[in-house]
């Protein structure tokens, strides 16, 4: 089946190979290869003087072949949001999948726990129910899963709420049969938009401590936790040096969006859309890049080429930007956007054009896309 969808987008999309980057079709995805191998050589090299490992979450790039870069690279596996990204990065050669998040659903939880028979998942859990429901579909397979606890260290989303609740779920797991307890996830989302560095490292230390207080107390409770997960973009540097944490869940460093824009230096911006001006009124510039073709989530697109303009509105097919005359763009012309958020920028789209040296030289497709299963689940 994935492979089926590779053929499909890359007959659809093809055609581009061997374009300049600014000669496509608008709306058009590029990921610009060159950035992206800087920017995993650069997180590399950083992760190096630190004791944690990488493990990228790829929920922002949906992308195999970009995932096998990453391991090639020297990241430990990855980790993904939803059980079908999981099928699909195990099935096209990672290792080591890690699902960040809950899996929720009776047939969503036979996928997991069927996948489970030849791959090595693991899943986050916070609630006892879920784990139960895990393990009885473990039973069924006949598989094994590997575990982490979520632990809530100050976002407010998943999470066990107390360290208490931490050990009653550990003591669970190591009773329910088809699963196994490696650790604890402890993500501080809290922390990623926080621009004042010496506030955000003050935070992110706060989750770590709290998040090695669960790990201590899960320890004196007979439970090892060989794997404590963690960490951001934002917060790679702050949580990669802390020495309980062994592993980093950053993943938007690939692609440097608007959101993390400079919260850390050192990456670039390595995800464009390119639009066209459609419309031209005065100073009134629109584009065919709406908000059906780029994210807008927490931080609205720029154009890479005006970072100054502020964009006025987007709209589902137009994006609205009030020009002056520092602006050459005449109607016709293409202009590339930095994504105001790369994950829901990607999920837009079928494929990457993949460009180096500012022509295309591949497409890469993005699977699995959109929020149903996409056939995976009869696979
Ligand atoms: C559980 C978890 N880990 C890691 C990340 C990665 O964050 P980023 O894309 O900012 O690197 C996210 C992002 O939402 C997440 O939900």
Redesign the pocket.
């Known amino acids: 089946m994935i492979s089926t969808y590779h053929e499909h987008v890359r007959k659809a999309y093809g055609p581009a190979i061997g374009r300049n980057r600014r000669e496509l079709v608008t709306p058009a995805l590029i990921m610009d290869l060159d950035a992206v191998r800087r920017n995993i050589q650069f997180m590399m090299q950083r992760l190096s003087t630190m004791k944690a490992r990488l493990r990228p979450?790829v929920k922002?790039q949906k992308s195999p072949e970009l995932a096998r870069m990453q391991v090639e690279a020297g990241a430990i596996g990855v980790?993904t949001?939803t059980v079908w990204e999981a099928i699909v990065m195990s099935s096209s050669g990672v290792e080591d999948v890690m699902i960040?998040?809950q899996v929720g659903g009776r047939e969503k939880i036979a996928a997991l726990t069927k996948a489970a028979k030849d791959r090595h998942l693991t899943v986050a859990v916070d609630d006892t129910r879920n784990a139960k429901d895990i393990s009885t579909a473990a039973q069924v397979a006949r598989s094994e899963l590997d575990v982490v606890i979520e632990v809530d260290v100050g976002m407010g989303r998943g999470g066990v709420r107390s360290v208490d609740e931490a050990v009653r779920l550990a003591q669970c797991v190591d009773k329910f049969s088809g699963l196994r307890l490696r650790g604890v996830q402890g993500?501080e989302?809290h922390c990623?938009l926080e621009p004042d560095r010496a506030v955000r490292i003050q935070k992110a230390n706060a989750a770590m401590d709290y998040l090695g207080t669960v790990v201590d107390r899960l320890t004196s409770a007979g439970f090892d936790c060989e794997v404590v997960s963690a960490g951001?973009?934002?917060t790679y540097d702050i949580t990669g040096n802390n020495p309980r944490v062994t592993e980093i869940?950053?993943?938007?460093?690939t692609y440097m969006d608007n959101f993390?824009g400079n919260l850390v230096p050192g990456f670039s911006p390595a995800l464009t859309v390119l639009g066209s001006v459609v419309i031209q009124h005065g100073n009134t510039l629109v584009l065919d890049s709406g908000r059906k073709s780029i994210g807008i989530d927490f931080v609205l697109p720029t154009m890479i080429d005006y970072p100054f303009y502020q964009a006025r509105y987007f709209a589902e097919e137009h994006a609205l930007f009030e020009v002056d005359d520092r602006c050459r763009l005449e109607l016709g012309d293409v202009v590339e956007l930095i994504p105001g958020y790369a994950p829901t920028t990607v999920n837009l789209y079928d494929a990457y054009h993949v460009v180096e040296n500012d022509v295309v030289t591949d497409i890469w497709p993005i699977v699995p896309r959109g929020a149903g299963h996409g056939g995976l689940f009869a696979s």
Do not use: D, E, I, L
């Open positions: 979450h922002c980790c949001a960040a998040n993500y989302g990623m951001g973009t934002g869940q950053a993943g938007s460093y993390h």
